[in-house]
């Protein structure tokens, strides 16, 4: 079943939406470093995995292209901006941006959205998006909802402890790590080389923010944890738990 918007014709996507009872989800992700073992884009592909594999189990529902770019990573969740390769906008151009796909599909028809997230450091940028595409289609005459959701929120403690037998560092210090070279291992294997993975400690950070970011906070590799221990099996647990709450969330 053909779920995602940019590979349908245009009139098959006009009868999809045009009675405003098809929701639409975007993944929101970013381009940023994710350690010498993998790929700039695992934030851009992992939300977009799964919103097309709940878009296919559900019914219902299109995926539409994945915006990319995301808020600018930061030292303590996503290794800091100043590695090349991490490619970020601005808060304002993201919100922005947002905003306009969504008002966009509303003059198409939709009247529901999901945005799937996948980079941490996006949430408040689409909190503002979409509470603003609401109130102006609402001073347009048009209701619309939109639903917001970062995929890491479906991930019950059972889960963890099977992916993290040894015990779990904690959401803050996991970029690059088990569980998102896990679900990459399981999607997109070619784009990562267990080869090149660095086995780090956690990263340990003061208790502050500091202007400019100090590079001297974050390992080496870009990755604030260990990525050694993962497989494409826990890639597996994750996303099928995340999947099947998700499928049955949107049913």
Same mark, same amino acid.
């Given at each position: ?11 098959? !996507? ?10 639409? =989800? ?24 799964? =919103? ?40 304002? =151009? ?35 998006? +979409? ?5 102006? +289609? ?9 639903? $917001? ?47 090149? +993975? ?9 208790? !502050? ?14 990755? $604030?944890?260990?990525?050694?221990? =993962? ?7 994750? $996303?099928?738990?995340?999947? +099947? ?7």
């Amino acid at each position: 079943m053909n779920v995602r918007i940019e590979n349908m014709d245009w009139m098959t !996507y006009r009868d999809r939406v045009g009675n405003g009872e098809c929701k639409v =989800a975007i993944p929101v992700g970013a381009i940023e470093q994710h350690g010498p073992h993998m790929s700039l884009n695992p934030d851009v592909l992992i939300p977009q995995h799964i =919103a097309c594999q709940v878009a296919e189990k559900t019914g219902g529902m299109l995926v539409a292209p994945p915006i990319a770019y995301g808020y600018k990573s930061q030292v303590k969740s996503g290794g800091g901006n100043f590695f090349p390769g991490t490619t970020c906008v601005s808060s304002r =151009a993201l919100e922005e941006y947002v905003y306009d796909v969504i008002l966009a599909f509303v003059e198409h028809g939709s009247r529901e959205f999901i945005l799937i997230n996948g980079h941490f450091e996006n949430s408040m940028c689409l909190v503002e998006a +979409a509470d603003r595409a609401v109130k102006h +289609a609402q001073l347009s005459g048009v209701e619309i909802k939109v639903i $917001l959701l970062s995929y890491w929120d479906f991930i019950s403690e059972a889960t963890i402890e099977m992916v993290f037998p040894d015990g779990f560092s904690g959401w803050a210090v996991e970029h690059g790590g088990v569980l998102e070279t896990s679900i990459m291992l399981k999607i997109h294997p070619e784009l990562v080389d267990m080869s090149r +993975a660095i086995d780090t400690p956690p990263a340990e950070f003061p208790p !502050y923010d500091v202007f400019p970011p100090n590079p001297d906070w974050v390992p080496d590799s870009g990755t $604030l944890s260990s990525p050694t221990k =993962a497989t494409a099996e826990k890639g597996k647990w994750i $996303l099928d738990e995340c999947i +099947a709450k998700m499928s049955e969330t949107f049913r």
